[in-house]
């Protein structure tokens, strides 16, 4: 098998199921890849956060272990440079990083094809642009819907430990940048109001970017995590499942081949005719 047909090692020795009681990862290199194998441009500011910008500066995201509160990633969008964000989402820094990154990676998609996707504004009478399809992820893998006394529509996760929370009145546009009382409200743990992690998207995120993090946060499959790194998944709930070691792959044809190559030689048959009655010489000391 050639090295880069390889597997890649797996990062942990656990499996973390359902994945939405995971946390984050200690790096969040891997929400960064997808911008920058696009060619974003990345800085550092004094406290030590990083920033990327998209070529044409419309869409910024921030890395801020050093910022002023939990938001760890904040990315905006902005219909003009220098006005105000038209849309905005954010990671808390204990959401898992699978799911910022599955964020980051539709971002550079929509990105790709210019502003009329990565500036959609949901609408339910745009083919594409439906806010349902951002719940569609959840309600297809067993997420139940309800609605509470103030009009939020709420699904909760099949064991009843994450859940999204829509509000459906008219939200203040600043304090959806800035606070948690935003239109998408994702949430892990036993309640919103005090979430293990929380993810967060205004009004106007484009319905793809949310539905990319719903289909991340509802799949199936366990998230590889450390045991012995106890804030990388939320204690007393999450599933832990050792990750076995794979086995050892089997001989390709080609080394069979070459195994058979390397097969001893045969040993020396006898001088003597098989079918001769001519005796062999006598053994040194043998007596007639």
Known sequence: MPPHDAPRPIDGDVYVSPRHLAAATPTGDTALQPLLAAGWEMAHDDLGNLHIHAPDRRIRLGYLPEGEDDGLWRINAYEDPFGPPAWGACFNNTCPTEF??????ALT????????????????????????????????RGWRASHDRRGTLELRA??????????????DPEKELTTRDARWQLWAGTSNDHPAWYATASTHTPVALVRAVTECVSDPAPLPRWRKDPHSYIQGMARLTPI????????????????????????????VPRWSTTSGPPRPGSRR
């Open 100 to 105: 910022v990154h599955a964020f980051t990676t």
């Open 109 to 140: 998609r929509a990105y790709s094809r210019g502003p009329q996707a990565y500036l959609a504004s949901p609408s339910p009478i745009r083919e594409g642009r439906e806010p349902a399809l951002a719940i569609d992820p959840l309600v297809n």
């Open 158 to 171: 099949p064991d009843g430990l994450a859940g999204l929370a829509i509000p459906t009145g008219r939200l």
């Open 244 to 271: 076995l070691p794979p086995d050892p792959p089997g001989p390709t044809p080609l080394d069979m081949r070459r195994l058979a190559g390397r097969r001893p030689a045969a040993l020396p048959s006898s001088s």
